[in-house]
């Protein structure tokens, strides 16, 4: 069966850190961009990474730049998004998203979803 397992997530104070994992099984993660994408109530989705398979190219917003940072185990068919210095406006529901052979700055659709991991930053 092909599916995307997410793990991690929880409650933070601010400026703590939380590492997220994706796991996939049935298919290989490096054949595939990798999205990390966040949802909150009364925000709008966004996206906070992602790591391209055509050139390994990787893309975060303003928001999270220098903060969060996109990594493989290829190994371990997984992928991890290592938050830093959390802010309360972290706070949402954070899924893992896979593109098969997909390029970041193209995405519109995913051919896999993580369950999702609700991130609570809060003191």
């Known amino acids: 069966q092909l599916q995307v397992v997410q793990s991690g997530g929880g409650l933070v104070q601010p400026g703590g850190s939380l590492r997220l994992s994706c796991a996939a099984s049935?298919?290989?993660?490096?054949?595939?961009?990798i999205g990390w994408i966040r949802q909150a109530p009364g925000k709008e989705r966004e996206s906070v990474s992602c790591?391209?398979?055509?050139?390994?190219?990787?893309y975060y917003p303003d928001s999270v730049k220098g903060r969060f940072t996109i990594s493989r185990d290829n190994v371990k068919n997984t992928v991890y998004l290592q938050m830093n210095s959390l802010k309360p406006e972290d706070t949402a529901v954070y899924y893992c998203?896979?593109?098969?052979?997909?390029?970041?700055?193209?995405?519109?659709?995913?051919?896999?979803w993580g369950q999702g991991a609700q991130v609570t930053v809060s003191s």
């Open positions: 998203a896979a593109v098969e052979y997909g390029t970041c700055s193209r995405l519109t659709s995913f051919d896999y």
């Open positions: 049935g298919f290989t993660l490096d054949n595939y961009a």
């Open positions: 790591v391209s398979y055509s050139d390994g190219s990787t």
